[in-house]
């Protein structure tokens, strides 16, 4: 069996008495040893780390002399030779596979990446991808991977090789951001306006196409500049032309908790705002002071009231009434919003009386 270091126990006998015991290597007789060889006790182990020949001698009390020689030949100090082949080798795309050959290794593991402290046993070609890579950031820094294989053999010689990957894009641009500055109500003359105003900030660098999708992906629009949504969720991505390596973020457009929404003045009076507990505000513009407006809706347990509020919030006038109310109000001059307080409220607010 090939192993790293053969231990050889060397015992001798004799009917008057062992009087010295030695060993060298090589292939030797009796006169070698007058002056050389390493004495050593008799029942002595002596590890031998090569292969080759070896000269045991003994000698009795009386001076009778022997010698022994022994052939080691199962000693593997040689480490096993791996060799990494990643397929395509130089084809830049997003996905490589890769094969090891481990020679005579009984050990066989894999590691993908610098960074990486996990070693994975081999079992049979495997995979890689440029996302895999990028999510566990275990790119290097001129834009490879390094691939580590670690074999072991049966006597114990143990050796890890690497390869770089140079076939996976993994110069990512950076990830877009997106702004929106999406807001309250805006009740003016002219009807209701939502500044919801959305920017997305892209890489400037030239190798990639932008866009952005307001419905979950189903379809992509090339990005020429801000766009308005109120509410939603904004999806943004770059994707270089090359390999289609792309980055991709998403954000939740939302007015603010306490805006009155869209189905309480969409002119529509199947439609409601329906709030539990809750003030809910709307900005209304200068221009409104002296108009008036229909203010519509039911509560279950508490009355409902309509405040006006001037550009520090304080208030000018409120309208309070009962389980419900269905009314036209006059807008005081100086009215910058409007309070809706309410428990349980099935709000239609708010249309202009024309």
């Not at 114990?156 to 690497?162: A, F, H, K, M, S």
Request: net charge negative; proline share 2%.
């Amino acid at each position: 069996t090939a192993q790293q270091k053969v231990a050889v126990k060397v015992s001798v006998t004799d009917d008057v008495g062992v009087g010295k015991v030695k060993w060298a290597a090589g292939t030797q007789g009796e006169s070698y040893f007058t002056n050389s060889g390493t004495e050593i006790a008799n029942d002595s182990i002596v590890n031998i780390t090569s292969n080759g020949y070896y000269t045991f001698y003994a000698e009795d009390q009386v001076g009778n002399k022997q010698v022994y020689t022994l052939n080691v030949t199962n000693v593997d100090l040689t480490a096993p030779t791996i060799d990494i082949q990643v397929s395509p080798e130089t084809t830049v795309g997003l996905n490589a596979n890769v094969t090891i050959n481990y020679g005579d290794s009984t050990i066989k593991q894999y590691k993908v990446g610098t960074s990486n402290a996990t070693w994975t046993n081999y079992t049979a070609p495997f995979a890689i991808s440029s996302y895999t890579i990028l999510s566990n950031n275990w790119q290097n820094a001129d834009g490879t991977v390094t691939i580590y294989a670690k074999g072991k053999d049966s006597a114990g010689n143990e050796i890890t090789v690497q390869k770089k990957v140079v076939s996976l894009d993994l110069d990512k641009p950076t990830v877009p951001i997106i702004q929106s500055n999406s807001g309250y109500a805006v009740l003016t003359s002219y009807g209701v306006i939502i500044d919801a105003k959305t920017t997305i900030t892209y890489d400037t660098r030239t190798d990639i196409d932008n866009y952005y999708s307001i419905d979950n992906g189903i379809n992509w629009l090339k990005y020429t500049g801000e766009f308005n949504i109120a509410t939603g969720t904004v999806i943004a991505k770059s994707v270089k032309k090359s390999t289609g390596l792309e980055v991709i973020v998403s954000k939740t457009i939302s007015m603010p908790a306490d805006a009155i929404l869209k189905e309480a003045y969409d002119g529509n009076d199947s439609t409601s705002e329906i709030r539990n507990n809750v003030d809910l505000y709307m900005q209304v513009d200068s221009s409104m002071g002296g108009k008036n407006i229909r203010f519509k809706g039911s509560v279950m347990y508490a009355p409902i009231s309509l405040t006006f509020l001037n550009e520090n919030k304080t208030e000018i006038s409120s309208i309070s009434r009962g389980s419900s109310v269905d009314e036209i109000c006059t807008i005081p001059v100086g009215t910058q919003h409007f309070l809706v307080l309410m428990v349980i409220c099935y709000l239609q607010l708010i249309q202009q009386k024309l």
